[in-house]
């Protein structure tokens, strides 16, 4: 009882939910940075992690995984 949802190694924070979201629509890294007023490189390490935590290797497996588990929403 709150945990992680099904699907998820631990938690994600509110920014990665956010670059995960971003990622989602369609947002290249550098774009995901502009968005967030982060570097490019920062949002890679975030995917990084996000990738650790939901346990995917990948951005379509990680933005597949987040909608799956409700962490965001599709559209």
Do not use: C, F, M, W
């Not at 631990?10 to 920014?15: G, H, M, T, Y």
């Not at 502009?34 to 990084?48: E, K, N």
């Amino acid at each position: 009882a709150g945990g992680p949802p099904a699907g998820v190694v631990e938690p994600l924070s509110p920014r990665e939910i956010e670059v995960l979201r971003l990622a989602a629509q369609g947002y290249t890294n550098k774009a995901i940075g502009v968005q967030l007023d982060i570097s490019d490189r920062t949002v890679q390490g975030h995917l990084a992690n996000i990738y650790g935590k939901l346990a995917v290797g990948n951005r379509t497996e990680a933005v597949t995984r987040a909608i799956q588990s409700g962490l965001i929403s599709a559209g």
